[in-house]
């Protein structure tokens, strides 16, 4: 067997920063999630003078690297005097930068749904609201689980970024146990295995929907 | 009765209704024939309030469909409308697709809603697909869906804007039978259509649209027959026979 001084006592410890990490994602991919659906339908729908600014701004938390994000926001705010711990920062900034690719996501997935079908929807006396909730989510869904799935994904591995406004999360507790015990392959190891046995369950559950629903189409 | 009163429709520079007048009766069925780009499928889509138009008013019961205050939502009720594409909700079985309506618009409890949406499915003889998903269907079977569909709303007046124009040929005369069977029935209908066999025997009267504008307007003896006035129906009629 493999010879380490690892504990079980550090393995909790890494387990606990898991449960960081996986509480920050839920955090920044839920509210992210939730501003993406919105800013989606007003760049899908909204009239030019919304759409094209809010699409400026989007662009810029896409292309600054989020390091730099949490960094800016972390010092603004306590330049600020807001007083948010790092863990508010960090789900903030998190959220935020996941609302601006999932707004990307919305929006293709709305304009995937054809207009012909939405018409046909209209005319049967549903409401622009009834439209969407009935017609358009739903489609939309369909059309956009990949790229969502690939989103979250994606954000659960960011969040490790955190760790530099001093969260420990996952990444984090591994650093702390690789500088005591000085087994670095071994460490990363064990944490890379909880990353990957934390994303496994959430591909699988997006291949089988995405399965489930091509056998209704 | 739906009222047409020199209605005019632009899309951007394109005119492409340049004054168009027709009133149906109620239980009356109209035909509108005529060529490609000629404003037909426009005007049934400026009817129940799905394109907006420049000029002119049209009154569907003597609601003005296009005035500010009309509520389209509860108009469109009234008025329903099968497309060339059938336009399936492809997420939902063949009785969802009808029940949605009668269930979202009208609030109808969910057994009922059901019990209306399987009477019309019966009606256009789909009852053996229930449960069955759209992409399965034939595409006349989809067709039939649509005006299934339509009907569970109970609705006064029944557009078909083309509605065979997409099908393989075989499945073209199930459509037709089920538009007969509806005619019949003494529905209001209007159909924008290329089958003059359906034109000539169902309508009370038919309209054939020319550039924008109905050119000749009468029953099928008239435009079919040797009283036709119009030098551009004849020519028409005469290329699609």
Same mark, same amino acid.
């Given at each position: 067997m493999i010879e380490t001084s690892m504990t079980w006592s550090d393995l909790m410890f890494m387990l606990n920063g898991a449960g960081k990490t996986l509480l920050i994602t839920f955090w920044a991919v839920a509210g992210g999630t939730t501003l993406g659906i919105v800013f989606g339908l007003i760049r899908a729908t909204g009239s030019l003078w919304i759409s094209i600014p809010l699409g400026f701004i989007l662009d810029i938390l896409r292309s600054v690297p989020l390091l730099i994000q949490f960094i800016l926001a972390n010092s603004f705010q306590a330049i600020a005097g807001l007083n948010a711990t790092p863990f508010v920062v960090g789900c903030t900034v998190l959220g935020l930068y996941t609302s601006a690719y999932c707004t990307e996501i919305v929006r293709g997935g709305v304009l995937a749904v054809p207009q012909t079908t939405r018409r046909a929807a209209r005319s049967l006396g549903l409401s622009y609201t009834q439209d969407l909730t009935n017609i358009v989510f739903p489609l939309a869904t369909r059309a956009m689980l990949p790229s969502w799935i690939g989103l979250t994904l994606g954000v659960m591995k960011d969040s490790a970024l955190v760790l530099w406004i001093g969260i420990i999360e996952l990444l984090r507790s591994s650093q702390i146990i690789i500088t005591r015990i000085q087994e670095p392959l071994f460490v990363l190891s064990v944490a890379g295995l909880i990353y990957f046995l934390i994303s496994f369950p959430i591909s699988r559950i997006g291949a089988h929907l995405e399965r489930k629903w091509r056998e209704d189409d | 009765m739906i009222e047409v009163e020199n209605v005019q429709k632009k899309f951007g520079l394109l005119e492409v209704l340049k004054g168009v007048s027709l009133t149906v009766e109620k239980g009356e069925v109209v035909s509108i024939i005529g060529g490609s780009g000629s404003g037909k499928s426009t005007l049934l889509m400026c009817i129940n309030g799905l394109e907006s138009i420049q000029g002119g008013r049209v009154l569907v019961d003597g609601i003005d469909v296009h005035a500010k205050d009309t509520n389209l939502n509860k108009l469109r009720q009234r008025i329903g409308i099968v497309f060339q594409?059938?336009?399936?909700?492809?997420?939902?079985?063949v009785l969802e697709n009808t029940m949605l309506a009668p269930r979202k618009?009208?609030?109808?409890?969910k057994e009922e809603a059901k019990a209306v949406a399987i009477a019309q499915l019966e009606h256009v003889g789909l009852?053996?697909? =229930? @449960?069955?998903?759209?992409?399965?269907?034939s595409g006349g079977q989809q067709q039939r869906m649509a005006i299934a569909r339509a009907l569970a709303m109970s609705p006064k007046y029944m557009l078909f804007d083309?509605?065979?124009?997409? =099908? @393989?040929p075989q499945l073209v005369s199930e459509v037709l039978d089920t538009m007969r069977l509806l005619a019949d029935e003494g529905m209001t209908m209007i159909c924008v259509t290329h089958e003059m066999g359906f034109a000539r025997d169902v309508s009370d009267r038919v309209a054939f649209f020319h550039e924008g504008v109905v050119e000749e307007i009468g029953p099928p003896s008239q435009i079919f027959g040797?009283?036709?006035?119009s030098p551009e129906t004849k020519k028409f009629l005469a290329n699609v026979r």
């Open positions: - | 594409q059938w336009n399936a909700f492809p997420h939902l079985t618009v009208l609030g109808k409890p009852v053996d697909k =229930l @449960d069955v998903y759209p992409s399965k269907l083309e509605v065979t124009s997409a =099908l @393989d040797k009283r036709s006035k």
